[in-house]
């Protein structure tokens, strides 16, 4: 059973037709193969940075107009894929979480921000990992349930 990477992208382009094939190659949890078709002797892994395709949980458009899926991945973000949407005329932000590994990070256009490992309490948290990530995917009730839990196992005498 893998650690499961949580993804939020948010994708913009000028076509919305392009948006809307997007959103169908998603919900119907083909993106990766899709965008990067595996061959017979490829892996799946190098082609796409991640074990194998998504498990679909939402799309949606927002107020811009941006397409935003919410997905998951086994073990990593699938930063192959984002790049050859970039490269295909996309702008993405992909926001990425893995709690079982203790990393995340943000890929856009132009950057790619990756924290190795998140703080384990909240003063370093909100100063080393951008508060977007924190807000998507919940991290500062991960360390609250965390440190809740090991006042829990605090021995009583």
């Known amino acids: 059973m893998p650690n499961y990477c949580y993804n939020y992208l ?3 382009h000028d076509s919305k037709l392009k948006l809307e094939w ?5 919900s119907d ?3 990766c193969d899709t965008i990067i078709p595996i061959e017979k002797d490829d892996d799946a892994w190098d ?3 991640c074990k194998w395709d998504i498990t679909y949980k939402e799309c949606n458009f927002d ?3 941006n397409l935003c899926i919410s997905f998951d991945t086994p073990w990593n973000p699938p930063k192959k894929v984002i790049n050859k949407l970039i490269s295909m005329g996309f702008n993405c932000q992909l ?3 893995e709690p079982g590994c203790n990393f995340a990070g943000i890929l856009t256009d132009d950057n790619d921000i990756y924290i190795n490992s998140i703080p384990d309490n909240k003063d370093e948290l909100y100063e080393i990992v951008p508060k977007k990530l924190i807000y998507l995917f919940g991290i500062d009730l991960d360390i609250e349930n965390l440190s809740d839990s090991d006042d829990d196992n ?3 005498e």
Do not use: Q, T
């Open 10 to 12: 948010i994708v913009y």
């Open 22 to 26: 997007l959103e169908n190659i998603a």
């Open 29 to 31: 949890e083909k993106l």
């Open 47 to 49: 082609l796409w940075g």
């Open 63 to 65: 107020k811009k107009g």
């Open 95 to 97: 926001f990425y979480y």
């Open 154 to 156: 605090d021995i009583v």
